[in-house]
């Protein structure tokens, strides 16, 4: 390839949110490193649950060289969560794996030439929990605070860590259903959109799902930012946390 614009390792590159940030990045002249929880012999992919500290650490003792961009794309989307296992296996995968993998590279990597940003992805769910999504909210407020944590850890160093919250997003399979709801109703796909999203939240004060590229442009845009990135968040959740939030 040629015109390669920097190195992006990224988490959940099978991911609804993960896979298509792969895509544009790679359109846009990147090499992508993805970490993958099963890995099907795509190219630049490494098999890593999440899930099990003891697979990130084995496999953060195989990367090397400083990435430009770190994206947080992987989750545990479960909800009504009951069992502690479960409670626990969530966690390490939406709070602690994001955390030790920007500590362990940040540190490694702090007194590097080269910028590296660490974008960690946070989610509207967390203004708004309730008995079902609350202990996911959890996990993604912890990971929220931690973040920040790890702003204040890299000041003054070539790292800087930036939260991106996120409101519904636009993926694959809601595309499906929207287009299929569209179909049976014989409204357009915006209607369909528009009033999933009036129901879902009277806050929203978005028509359309958020598009996976305006995260790939915000992201662009706290790479280009540099230093001034560091404990930054861009919420691009539709307003859906209301005026105060
Ligand atoms: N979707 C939304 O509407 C929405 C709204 C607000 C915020 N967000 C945030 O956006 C981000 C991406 O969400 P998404 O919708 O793209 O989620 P998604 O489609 O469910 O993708 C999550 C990815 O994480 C991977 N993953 C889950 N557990 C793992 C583990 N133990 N080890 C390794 N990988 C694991 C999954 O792997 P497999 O492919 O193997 O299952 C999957 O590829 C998340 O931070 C989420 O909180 C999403």
């Known amino acids: 390839m040629t015109n390669i614009e920097g190195h992006v390792l990224l988490t959940g590159g099978h991911g609804g ?10 359109n846009a002249g990147w090499q992508v490193t993805s970490l993958v929880r099963q ?3 795509g190219i630049n992919e490494i098999a890593c649950d999440l899930g099990s500290s003891g ?6 003792a195989t990367l090397s060289g400083a990435p430009a961009i770190i994206v947080h794309a992987a989750v545990d989307g479960r909800r009504e969560i009951e069992d502690t296992v479960d409670l626990m296996s969530q966690y390490q995968v ?21 910028r590296t940003l660490h ?30 944590a790890l702003a204040d850890r890299f000041r003054g160093t070539s790292q800087s860590v930036a939260t991106i919250v996120l409101g519904p997003l636009y993926t694959p399979r809601r595309c499906d259903e929207i287009s299929l709801i569209a179909q049976r109703i014989h409204k357009s796909e915006a209607y369909v959109e528009r009033t999933a999203l009036a129901r879902s939240n009277p806050d929203l004060v ?3 799902f958020i598009r996976p590229q ?18 930054s968040l861009i919420r691009l959740d539709g307003g859906s946390g209301g005026s105060l939030n």
């Open 206 to 208: 978005i028509s359309r």
């Open 119 to 148: 974008v960690h992805i946070g989610s509207e769910v967390t203004f708004h929990a309730d008995a079902k999504s609350g202990p996911y909210a959890a996990t993604k407020a912890s990971h929220r605070v931690l973040a920040s």
């Open 17 to 26: 949110l993960g896979a298509t940030l792969r895509r544009l990045f790679i």
């Open 39 to 41: 890995s099907a012999g």
């Open 94 to 114: 939406n709070c602690v794996a994001p955390y030790v993998i920007s500590r362990s590279l940040g540190d490694r990597n702090a007194d590097s030439p080269r």
């Open 55 to 60: 697979d990130v650490q084995r496999v953060l």
């Open 214 to 231: 305006s995260v790939f442009e915000a992201t662009l845009a706290l790479w280009r930012m540099g230093e001034d990135a560091n404990g």
